[in-house]
């Protein structure tokens, strides 16, 4: 089996700095736990909150719309301009925050001033 290789145009602080708040422990014993009640009969598989599908957002779309470069949108949503980079390439995608609130600002174009006083 050959090894495999991650390859990103972003540095590894830009990628740390991506993940420095994603507790991805908790989420596992989240998840593990939900199973171990289901197993025990503590809990229906019904009972459990179904994630949403996140809406489906083009990034580049949604930044010409506003008439914004990537450093002035990249700056309004708080991530580098490399990681909008990155996200309009298809180089890495979205966080499901990022996902949602760009899905707004599209659909609302006054949040644009509101995010810039922020």
Request: with cysteine; proline share 3%; hydrophobic share 40%.
């Amino acid at each position: 089996m050959s090894d495999l290789r991650f390859e990103s145009s972003l540095s590894m602080e830009e990628i740390e700095d991506n993940f420095k708040n994603t507790d991805f422990f908790s989420g596992i014993m989240d998840g593990l736990n939900e199973a171990l009640a289901y197993k025990k009969g503590k809990a229906k598989a019904e009972t459990f909150a179904r994630k949403r599908s996140l809406p489906n957002i083009d990034v580049a779309q949604v930044r010409n719309s506003l008439c914004m470069t990537q450093k002035s949108f990249a700056a309004m949503l708080g991530v580098s301009c490399r990681t909008v980079e990155a996200w309009e390439c298809g180089k890495s995608n979205p966080a499901p925050t990022a996902v949602k609130l760009i899905y707004l600002i599209s659909n609302d174009h006054s949040l644009v001033q509101k995010l810039q006083n922020v």
